[in-house]
């Protein structure tokens, strides 16, 4: 993860419980069961300055005001189950914003794609002839 160790970032994360919503009954009344990550960019210690402007121009969207990437979890009625997913969404956000894209090679089409294309344009312009009227 560009020489990024992920068991540093998790001492930098703050862990905010609440009660889920959705289906539960009982459990979701009284069990603080979703689970929010606040991990705050500008203030870390484990990222350098290159990696908060790569997470900054990335994960934008997924950042507020005050710089803190905050993700999210409440799909299971357990909150240990909850908080695991919720690292797994933030590592792979991490690992996301670290990637670089792959470089695009330009292709050209094959001779026969070309023909192909010329010929059905061809039946294409005589099938519109076809149904022009005939000049008298």
Known sequence: MNNLNFSDIKK??????SRSSGKG??????????VMLKFNINTSRSL??????????????????????????????????????????LER??????????????TKP????QKKRLKSKKLHSEKKKLRKNPEL
């Open 48 to 89: 350098n300055n290159h990696q908060k402007e790569l997470i900054k121009q990335k994960l934008s969207n997924k950042l507020n005001k005050n710089g803190e990437l905050i993700v999210t979890a409440e799909a299971k009625r357990s909150q240990l189950k909850n908080k695991e997913i919720a690292y797994k969404k």
């Open 25 to 34: 009954g009982q459990n979701v009344n009284k069990v603080e069961t979703k």
């Open 12 to 17: 930098e994360i703050e862990i905010i419980t």
């Open 110 to 113: 094959t001779k026969a794609a």
């Open 93 to 106: 956000l991490l690992k996301k914003a670290f990637e670089k894209p792959k470089v695009r090679k330009k």
